[in-house]
């Protein structure tokens, strides 16, 4: 089965800083890997998503993530953080078949000071 | 209109009571998910239902059952409330791409 770790439960960055969120998951295969967003109040949100091919993968509102399979690793990328992105965020992963039954991590909540 | 609509998307309840929290969802697709979100604990999943026909347990489905009354309509049933079951709930439905969430409903369970 499927698991997925969050190392950092809260980060805080100042606006405009560089942000890395990380993510190590287990799988036997070869894994899909999700980013979500859940901002307060609401639902979650797709950022990107891996499948195959380019490692690298570029989402909605600035954000990649680097699939590094050596490291088991799919880690969350945004040059310059925005005080909108504070939120909470999720990386996920599915068996074969994509979004199949998803096991989320246990969330990294991000904190933007100004 | 919201894709994924949860109701009621709040509840406060006692001890014993049953249950119900319905969803309905406008994407066409055939899978649907009911999740439960647990400070410090992510997403869990309860139950999932490729179709009306096919109903699945998920890790922690003791203490809820579903209904997949149409494509579009997946209920989650509490028969009889207790208070560790005082959560955030989702229902999600999607494809292999993605999964859509609703905006969650959240129960109190006194």
């Known amino acids: 089965a499927q698991s997925v770790t969050q190392p950092d439960i809260h980060i805080t960055v100042s606006e405009g800083a560089s942000l890395e969120l990380r993510c190590n998951y287990s799988?036997?295969?070869?894994?899909?890997l999700f980013w979500y967003v859940q901002s307060p109040g609401q639902g979650l949100q797709l950022l990107l998503k891996?499948?195959?091919?380019?490692?690298l993968v570029q989402g909605i509102k600035g954000f990649e993530a680097e699939f590094k399979r050596s490291q088991s690793s799919f880690n969350l990328r945004k040059p310059s953080v925005h005080w909108s992105d504070a939120a909470e965020y999720f990386c996920?992963?599915?068996?074969?078949?994509?979004?199949?039954?998803?096991?989320f991590g246990k969330g990294t909540k991000l904190t933007v000071n100004p | 209109d919201a894709d994924v609509t949860q109701t009621p998307r709040n509840r406060i309840t006692k001890t014993g009571k049953r249950i119900m929290l319905e969803c309905s969802q406008t994407?066409?697709?055939?899978?649907m998910y009911w999740y439960r979100q647990d400070p410090g604990l992510g997403l869990r999943l309860i139950y999932y239902?490729?179709?009306?026909?096919?109903?699945n347990k998920g890790e922690i489905s003791d203490g809820y059952s579903v209904s997949r009354q149409a494509q579009a309509k997946f209920s989650l049933s509490l028969e009889s409330a207790i208070p560790n079951q005082t959560a955030l709930y989702f229902c999600?439905?999607?494809?292999?791409?993605?999964?859509?969430f609703g905006e969650g409903s959240r129960l109190t369970v006194l």
């Open positions: 996920a992963v599915g068996a074969q078949g994509g979004s199949e039954k998803l096991v």
């Open positions: 799988y036997g295969a070869t894994p899909y």
């Open positions: 891996y499948f195959s091919g380019d490692t």
């Open positions: 994407k066409g697709h055939d899978r």
């Open positions: 239902s490729f179709d009306v026909k096919d109903i």
């Open positions: 999600a439905t999607g494809g292999p791409g993605e999964l859509f």
